[in-house]
Structures are given as structure tokens and as C-alpha cells.
């Protein structure tokens, strides 16, 4: 069966700080992998999805950024944290099986609170 | 682009009121797709919607996409609490991302 894991699942980090959030996905190939933020109480903000190895693709334009080094791991990153990046950040994978039922299936998630 | 909102944003009922969350989409959909999040945990996929008029129950929820394939309801009928966590639509179209709805927070008090 597929699993997918995240960590840390929780982290407070300083303004300026940098940031390497890792999601990894078991007992699946080729996944389509997502990064969403969620701010406290309010909905999923997609802010990254890749297809494959080395492919990304940015949703929202910020200080984060996102790699794909293997197949399975997905990682999320920043040099330098702003207050505003403090929130709930789940990784999420699926595979397209057919026309349109792309089933999105979430990791833990790691709070980050940015001081 | 793509947008789906959902109404309400939030509701709090009694144990044992019926609650009814609605999904618009600006755009045809190719199917819709619901998902619960517990408070402090994650998005869990509940159910997807294909055709258009489907209509689906999982015990006390109904699931239902509209006949022009633009928009959805999940109504749970006896809530309980349960049940409390927020709801989220998501839809695609053709082979594009799913985009998730808004969201709606539903709070039941015993």
C-alpha cells in the first residue's frame, strides 16, 4: 500500500532563517506530487506540482522554492523566512489513473511557525 | 482560471441538525471530488462524483453533482460530533490539477 511522509511536523524557525521541508511517498511510481500552505482556519493554497523528475511547477510567486531530486521525494525550501510564511504545509501525491480522477492523497503536514 | 467556491465558510449546528455545504464552479467540471479535515490534521478524499445528477451516500452523507456539472452538495443528515472538521470540494477538468474548493468549517456542539 502507498504511504507518504513529511517531516518535521512541527518547526519554529526565525525570520531569516532557511527552510528544507521533505515529503517522501512509498509504494508508488511516478506520482504527480503537490506542496499546499494553509493558513490557520482557512482553505488549501496550492504552491507547487511536479509531474516528474526535475519538473516543477509554481503556482503562487514567493521566497519558497521546490525539488524533485528522486522520483518519491519531494522537498520544499527557502533561504531566508518572512513572518507570512508561518502555516500549515501539507505534501499530497496522486496518480492520474484515468480522464480526470486524479485523487490527491495528504501527508501529516508540518506547522511552521516563523517568529 | 479555475475557480470553486463554497458556501458556507462556516456553520455551527446541535448534535442531530441536518448540515448541507454547496460547491460552485465557474467552469464544467470532469468530475468533483470531496474531501473532511479533522481540526489539527489532514485533508482525507471522502468520495468522487462522476456523472452528471450523480448521486451518493456514504451512511449518513449525500453526495450530489449537479446536472450541468458545475456544482456539488454534501449534505449529512443527524449530525453528530464527529462530523466536526472542515469540508472541501475539489474539482478537475480533463486532465488538468484539481483545484479545491474554498472550504467549509463545520462545528457541532453535543
Known sequence: SQTIHQWPATLVQPVGSPLSLECTVEGTSNPNLYWYRQAAGRGLQLLFYSVGIGQISSEVPQNLSASRPQDRQFILSSKKLLLSDSGFYLCAWSVMVGFGTDTQYFGPGTRLTVL | ?110
Open chain 2, 1 to 110: 482560471g479555475q475557480q470553486v467556491m463554497q458556501i458556507p465558510q462556516y456553520q455551527h449546528v446541535q448534535e442531530g441538525e441536518d448540515f448541507t455545504t454547496y460547491c460552485n464552479s465557474s467552469t464544467t467540471l470532469s468530475n468533483i471530488q470531496w474531501y473532511k479535515q479533522r481540526p489539527g490534521g489532514h485533508p482525507v478524499f471522502l468520495i468522487q462524483l462522476v456523472k452528471s445528477g450523480e448521486v451518493k451516500k456514504q451512511k449518513r452523507l449525500t453526495f450530489q453533482f449537479g446536472e450541468a456539472k458545475k456544482n456539488s452538495s454534501l449534505h449529512i443528515t443527524a449530525t453528530q460530533t464527529t462530523d466536526v472538521g472542515t469540508y472541501f470540494c475539489a474539482g478537475t477538468k480533463g486532465f488538468q490539477k484539481l483545484v479545491f474548493g474554498t472550504g467549509t468549517r463545520l462545528l457541532v456542539s453535543p
